[in-house]
């Protein structure tokens, strides 16, 4: 039905920048429904549990605290693409980051399958 696939995590120096990716396909990701799906990215780091980071919602997106500031999400519903643009990275930010798409009621509900995220000198 639909899949979304992550890309761009790797290894950074702290201080440092990474921008993660999220492409959606599938038969539910038409050019036009995928503008109406709420796109967030989370984050779980190894004993944590997964936490939310950023939602794109139509309206303005929302961060969590601890990445205000310092992270930015954006989409290209052209290329039914959704990012997270990570500056001034921190160890703590260190974590699996997820990709997920919730379609406008609900109805469906996309997880990727996560891009690892290492921020360490």
């Known amino acids: 039905q639909g899949q979304l696939v992550e890309s761009g995590g790797g290894l950074v120096q702290p201080g440092g920048s990474l921008r993660l990716s999220c492409t959606a396909s599938?038969?539910?990701?038409?050019?036009?429904?995928?503008?109406?799906?709420?796109m967030s990215w989370y984050r779980q780091a190894p004993g944590k549990e997964r936490e939310l980071v950023a939602t794109?919602?139509?309206?303005?997106?929302s961060y969590a605290d601890s990445v205000k500031g310092r992270f930015t999400i954006s989409r290209d519903n052209a290329k039914k693409t959704v990012y997270l643009q990570m500056n001034s990275l921190k160890p703590e930010d260190t974590a699996v980051y997820y990709c997920?798409?919730?379609?406008?009621?609900?109805?469906?509900?996309?997880w990727g399958q996560g891009t690892q995220v290492t921020v360490s000198s």
């Open positions: 794109s919602a139509g309206g303005s997106p």
């Open positions: 997920r798409a919730i379609s406008r009621g609900g109805y469906y509900d996309y």
């Open positions: 599938g038969p539910t990701f038409s050019t036009y429904t995928f503008s109406t799906y709420v």
